[in-house]
């Protein structure tokens, strides 16, 4: 699902040679193994494999279970990878694994490179503008273990001429209705230095007044200034787009008659930041609850309607304003390499058994267990009456069906012209493509469009 992208001739034959490369490579290393078929070829990659399914088989256990399952879980996990290594240095196969491993890995490189120059990347129209005369600015003192205070953000906006508005950490307060009085006050532009929830409520003001945002990286994760090409290290770059800044026109979520800019999460998740402990203990909160959450009795799934294709009995599905760039950069910490190509990417994970765990670790995104789609609508439902969710990592309970919709371009969000910019991850390897192009195929898509 989801637009069909189409690229030039250019691209294509700046591509060429990588392809050749790849199928070169991933040739080398098939001759490779049939020359070793007698000198254990055929072990270094069978063990290879066998690892690789005992320790996804051990992972599941350690999650799902407790106890002694756990336990013995924790162990197959760690003692697999080590057992393969083991076996190859034993049968003295450690050369061969080392020359397959080789050629693969120059294989996926070539792949990828190919497959970037395919498609080269489109660059964000930006407008240059001038500075804004009376921008507001929300700032959240305890964001992010407190960087509001240790990069002096404060004294650096109102060195710029900004008004800024400080929270108080001992009073919560509804920063869009802050917001929204700021407008009337004659406030120009909108401002945050806070984590990604926060962002997008005084976001969504903005848009509703057409007024710029500006993005002050003063969070924990701030996947979504790292997304708008942001330096994550130094939040008080980003303040230069006071006097120095051009703006980009981005996209905004909705779930519910709420923004989101970065995600919104249905199920096991969006269970486990629920809980109060959750804050002070991710990791132990999330091991504590995972097995009742997978397994336990009564455990509610979920069902979506994308687009109208039906996706039934998922365990989590994860809804995000524009698509990240695969599913395994998602799980290293996501990149989303476009912000304003007005579609919903949608995540949908079914994951009931160890077997199903082990296909998941060996065949990726194709899997029966993961489902990868884009969208212009998602609609989700339980037999529930109300559900948990998570917008941008923040905890609520929303009533079903909750709809997740896309507004196009709704955001203008004010930027400095001097940022580090998006690290582009390496795209999915399909090898059906990389032979396209290393023949020089032209492959058409379904709606008719060529492909080269």
Same mark, same amino acid.
């Given at each position: 699902m989801g637009r069909t992208r189409t690229t030039?001739?250019? =691209?294509? =034959?700046?591509?060429? $040679? %990588?392809?050749? $490369?790849?199928?070169?490579?991933?040739?080398?290393?098939?001759v490779v193994l049939v020359l070793q078929l007698g000198e254990g070829g055929l072990v270094v990659v069978g063990a290879g494999l066998l690892g690789l399914v005992v320790c996804a088989v051990g992972v599941w256990w350690f999650v799902a279970h407790r106890g002694v399952v756990r336990l013995i879980g924790a162990l197959l996990a760690v003692a697999a990878p080590v057992g393969v290594l083991v076996l190859l240095a034993y049968d003295g196969l450690w050369v061969t694994a080392l020359v397959l491993f080789l050629c693969w890995s120059a294989a996926l490189a070539c792949a990828r490179a190919a497959l970037r120059r395919s498609r080269p990347e489109r660059s964000r129209p930006a407008i240059v503008v001038p500075p804004p005369d009376r921008p507001v600015l929300i700032m959240n003192p305890r964001s992010g273990g407190g960087k509001v205070g240790r990069f002096g953000l404060v004294e650096r906006a109102e060195e710029l001429g900004a008004r800024v508005i400080l929270l108080d950490p001992s009073a919560p307060?509804? #920063?869009?209705?802050?917001?929204?009085?700021?407008?009337?006050?004659?406030?120009?532009?909108?401002?945050?230095?806070?984590?990604?929830?926060?962002?997008?409520?005084?976001?969504?003001?903005? /848009?509703?007044?057409?007024?710029?945002?500006? #993005?002050?990286?003063?969070?924990?994760?701030?996947?979504?200034?790292?997304?708008?090409?942001?330096?994550?290290?130094?939040?008080?770059?980003?303040?230069?787009?006071?006097?120095?800044?051009?703006?980009?026109?981005?996209?905004?979520?909705?779930? /519910?008659?709420r923004a989101f800019v970065n995600t919104v999460s249905f199920g096991v998740y969006a269970d486990v930041v629920q809980r109060p402990e959750y804050r002070d203990d991710k990791a132990g909160t999330a091991l504590t609850l995972m097995p009742d959450l997978l397994l336990g009795e009564g455990v509610g799934r979920l069902d979506a309607q994308v687009d109208g294709t039906a996706l039934s009995s998922q365990q989590a599905l994860l809804v995000s304003n524009n698509p990240y760039a695969s599913p395994d950069d998602l799980r290293r910490g996501g990149c989303r390499p476009r912000l304003d190509d007005g579609e919903l990417g949608v995540l949908g994970i079914r994951v009931e058994d160890a077997t199903q765990a082990a296909d998941l670790a060996v065949r990726g995104s194709q899997s029966t267990g993961l489902t990868v789609m884009t969208a212009q609508r998602v609609e989700v439902t339980t037999d529930r009456d109300e559900i948990p969710v998570a917008v941008d990592g923040e905890a609520l309970r929303?009533?079903?069906?909750? #709809?997740?919709?896309?507004?196009?371009? /709704?955001?203008?969000?004010?930027?400095?012209?001097?940022?580090? =910019?998006?690290?582009? %991850?390496?795209?999915? #390897?399909?090898?059906?493509?990389?032979?396209?192009?290393?023949? =020089?195929r032209t492959a058409r898509s379904a709606d008719g469009r060529t492909r080269t």
């Open positions: 030039g001739p250019e =691209g294509s =034959g700046a591509a060429r $040679l %990588p392809a050749r $490369l790849a199928v070169l490579a991933a040739v080398g290393s098939v307060a509804d #920063v869009a209705a802050l917001s929204r009085q700021a407008v009337a006050d004659g406030a120009d532009l909108l401002g945050v230095a806070g984590g990604d929830g926060t962002q997008a409520l005084v976001a969504a003001v903005a /848009a509703e007044h057409d007024l710029p945002f500006l #993005v002050v990286c003063a969070g924990t994760r701030n996947h979504f200034a790292m997304d708008l090409g942001l330096d994550r290290s130094d939040p008080s770059r980003c303040l230069d787009a006071l006097t120095d800044g051009e703006e980009l026109r981005v996209d905004l979520g909705d779930v /519910a008659g929303m009533p079903t069906p909750v #709809v997740c919709t896309l507004r196009p371009g /709704a955001l203008r969000v004010l930027v400095p012209r001097d940022r580090p =910019g998006v690290v582009v %991850p390496p795209p999915s #390897v399909n090898w059906r493509r990389i032979i396209d192009l290393a023949v =020089g």
